[in-house]
T-cell receptor
Framework: DVKVTQSSRYLVKRTGEKVFLECVQD?????MFWYRQDPGLGLRLIYF???????EKGDIPEGYSVSREKKERFSLILESASTNQTSMYLC???????????FGSGTRLTVV | DAKTTQPNSMESNEEEPVHLPCNHS???????IHWYRQLPSQGPEYVIH???SNVNNRMASLAIAEDRKSSTLILHRATLRDAAVYYC?????????????FGQGTILTVHP
């Protein structure tokens, strides 16, 4: 079964910490995405990448950065975590063209 | 990006068909219609997509209006496991590497 794997299901971090969320896909997909999901706001795109070392800002990139050194891995970085970054983070990947995305199970991050 | 409009919620009984509507009156000729669903505490799951013709797969059917301004996701026999939030999304194959913009979706409740 093809998969998008997120390294942690639940994570608790302190305000000001640097946080790394890791995502790995085994489908040789070109595109990878990071979303966050909050009640009442739905899924919002943070960053995406269409190739190794390439990245594009999504709708809410402030406070985040990303890294894609290898095709299969896309990391989301919170440089200095804040309480308003408490959220469910979802990684997804897709091939070029019209095909569907495959999502990971999500990482629920709590910043205290 | 062209937007979609879905009812906030719908209810169904188990083993009955469910028709989930979606309006997309500003759809462009290069927009694919995608459907995803999200079960509780999971990432979204790809269901089906289409361009102009009706589509069937093992999960559901997608009926697309002749003018493409609306579509309907059809679950032929709802089960309790189909209770989820269903998202109708337009994916433009020519822009922004196919990124998806999620709306609020339709919450489907299935009664035993």
């Amino acid at each position: 079964d093809v998969k998008v794997t997120q390294s942690s299901r639940y994570l608790v971090k302190r305000t000001g910490e640097k946080v790394f969320l890791e995502c790995v896909q085994d489908m040789d997909h070109e595109n990878m995405f990071w979303y966050r999901q909050d009640p009442g706001l739905g899924l919002r795109l943070i960053y995406f990448s269409y190739d190794v070392k390439m990245k594009e800002k999504g709708d809410i990139p402030e406070g985040y950065s990303v890294s894609r050194e290898k095709k299969e891995r896309f990391s989301l970085i919170l440089e200095s975590a804040s309480t308003n970054q408490t959220s469910m983070y979802l990684c997804a990947s897709s091939s070029q063209g019209a095909k569907g995305y495959t999502f990971g199970s999500g990482t629920r991050l709590t910043v205290v | 990006d062209a937007k979609t409009t879905q009812p906030n919620s719908m209810e169904s009984n188990e083993e009955e068909p469910v028709h989930l509507p979606c309006n997309h009156s500003t759809i462009s000729g290069t927009d694919y219609i995608h459907w995803y669903r999200q079960l509780p505490s999971q990432g979204p799951e790809y269901v089906i997509h289409g361009l102009t013709s009706n589509v069937n797969n093992r999960m559901a059917s997608l009926a697309i209006a002749e003018d493409r301004k609306s579509s309907t996701l059809i679950l032929h026999r709802a089960t309790l496991r189909d209770a989820a939030v269903y998202y109708c999304i337009l994916r433009n194959r020519e822009r922004s590497y196919g990124k998806l913009t999620f709306g609020q979706g339709t919450i489907l409740t299935v009664h035993p």
